[in-house]
């Protein structure tokens, strides 16, 4: 029985006049996802999206998995096309394709889509033939329209018509590389990876800056922000990390900065360098993982203190989270394994005892220019290490 996949689109059936270009990137990114599963036909028709196998040998559960990670999708199902688009095929076609499930349920419904309106029976009649099908098929069922075990759909679209089973929930979103180019700064905790993801969520294409402080971070510290970064691509897609030696920089603030601004004046160095990186790469954002009030850097005025380093836009998505709401997303892009593990990133080498929840700006400046450290920055721009973040093991 031949099976494809069929894409139901959420928000993207509101952009108007931008709606193609919108669906022409989805479907871009869907066959870029999963182009190395086989070959496949996408093609897009009635606010659906179908992935067709052009080989009987393909794993539907794989491409399944594949297609759940990409943003743009609500739903997407897998499903038996019909041999003919007929109503005698459709009734052959149902209580063979779900038997499995419906052999294990005790009651189930049809529900029927007429997309194409020349198709001689109506939806209702569809639905009552289809029933009646299946109760022939499975005479222990009964029909429950409220509350069913098992939802048949049969589908009647230009092309062909289909059964299958309840949709599954899909990532959401709008596709990636819709929403411009950003970056992310990227640690090994909890937050920045799930910042990362909320961005992509909105279509945006990262790129990803993380600072490096050897011999106080060690390399497998940043093999652990590699394995994270292959786990938000899997939603984002491919990017690239930009490894900032900031070894240097630190060691200065700790020399020749007061204690209680270390943290801060190490952030807007981030900040600044950060931004350096990204307009090589045409982001015209940076991205942080904090969260109003988590920790001393993080309060209002430390945040505006630490804004006032840069000219682009600084997105922080997870500004108004918890710290559960942080870690249920976690495990949802299954990164808080990997975050949790002991390495250590620069964030945490030379944390004073007492921050300064209150930074004032005018001092913070004064410091950094007393400590020289704007001199510093190109060097370490100019010294970024990258490296290419995929899905797949290399």
Request: charged share 30%; with cysteine; glycine share 4%.
């Amino acid at each position: 029985m031949k099976e494809i996949i069929l894409i139901k689109l959420g928000e993207i059936v509101l952009k108007g006049l931008n709606r193609r270009q919108f669906e022409d990137r989805l479907i871009k990114n869907i066959k870029k996802t999963i182009k190395h599963l086989g070959d496949f036909e996408v093609k897009s028709a009635q606010s659906t999206i179908s992935v067709i196998p052009q080989d009987e040998f393909i794993d539907l559960d794989d491409v399944c998995e594949r297609v759940s990670k990409v943003f743009g999708i609500v739903t997407y199902s897998r499903a038996a096309v019909c041999p003919e688009k007929t109503l005698e095929s459709v009734l052959e076609t149902a209580p063979e394709y779900l038997s499995e499930e419906l052999e294990c349920a005790k009651t189930f419904k049809v529900e029927a889509k007429r997309s194409d309106k020349k198709f001689p029976y109506k939806s209702p009649e569809i639905c009552r033939e289809a029933g009646a099908a299946i109760l022939r098929a499975h005479p222990h069922l009964t029909v429950d329209v409220h509350n069913p075990d098992v939802t048949v759909h049969v589908e009647i679209r230009d092309f062909a018509a289909y059964i299958h089973g309840q949709p599954l929930k899909g990532a959401g979103g709008i596709p990636v590389g819709t929403g411009g180019d950003a970056a992310i700064l990227i640690s090994g905790g909890i937050d920045s990876p799930v910042a990362a993801y909320m961005m992509a969520k909105r279509g945006v294409h990262l790129t990803a800056i993380h600072f490096a402080s050897p011999p106080y971070t060690s390399e497998r510290a940043e093999q652990k922000v590699v394995k994270l970064l292959k786990k938000v691509a899997q939603y984002s897609g491919d990017m690239n990390m930009y490894t900032v030696p900031f070894t240097e920089i630190q060691e200065a603030i700790r020399k020749k900065c007061p204690e209680e601004l270390f943290t801060i004046i190490m952030r807007r160095m981030m900040m600044k360098i950060a931004e350096r990186v990204a307009a090589t790469r045409r982001c015209a954002a940076l991205i942080t993982g904090e969260s109003l009030g988590q920790v001393a850097s993080q309060t209002i005025h430390a945040i505006a203190c630490t804004d006032a380093a840069a000219t682009m836009p600084v997105f922080r998505p997870l500004i108004g989270m918890d710290k559960q709401e942080i870690i249920d997303i976690s495990y949802k892009i299954d990164t808080f394994e990997t975050s949790i593990e002991p390495y250590e990133d620069c964030c945490t080498v030379f944390t004073p005892k007492h921050p300064r929840t209150r930074p004032v700006l005018e001092y913070v400046e004064r410091a950094e220019r007393e400590a020289e450290l704007d001199s510093m920055v190109d060097d370490a721009v100019n010294n970024v290490k990258v490296t290419y973040i995929n899905t797949r093991e290399d």
